[in-house]
């Protein structure tokens, strides 16, 4: 089993920055993608950005160059650096790690951007 522990969400004012964190913990492999999803009322679960264990990357669109995702292999942690933040990404972000057929889900974090 694999556990994940979000966080570092909260409420900001629109422009601002927050820093999300992801420690996993429990039988990981070695080789594996980490990432972050998130979920707005009434909207599906999307992709934010995901990274490998030998650190590629993908972004969404919406996010690229506004958000940078990072990890710390040797903690298990993946980060999510969000900035210029805007009320459209008022969400749920979920931390996701998987390594082959197995995936994993953090609880959530909130994050709320005012306008």
Same mark, same amino acid.
């Given at each position: $089993? ?6 570092? #969400? ?22 594996? =993608? ?13 992709? =934010?950005?995901?990274?490998?264990? #030998? ?7 919406? =996010? ?16 999510? $650096? ?19 057929? $197995? ?13």
């Amino acid at each position: $089993q694999v556990q994940l522990v979000e966080s570092g #969400g909260g409420l900001v004012q629109a422009g601002g920055s927050l820093r999300l964190s992801c420690a996993a913990s429990g039988s990981i492999f070695s080789i594996n =993608v980490m990432g972050w999803y998130r979920q707005a009322p009434g909207k599906q679960r999307e992709l =934010v950005a995901t990274i490998t264990s #030998g650190g590629i990357t993908n972004y969404a669109n919406s =996010v690229k160059d506004q958000f940078t995702i990072s990890r710390d292999n040797a903690k298990n942690t993946v980060y999510l $650096q969000m900035n210029s933040l805007k009320p459209e990404d008022t969400a749920v972000y979920y931390c996701n790690c998987r390594f082959g057929l $197995q995936s994993y889900w953090g609880q959530g974090t909130q994050v709320t951007v005012s306008s």
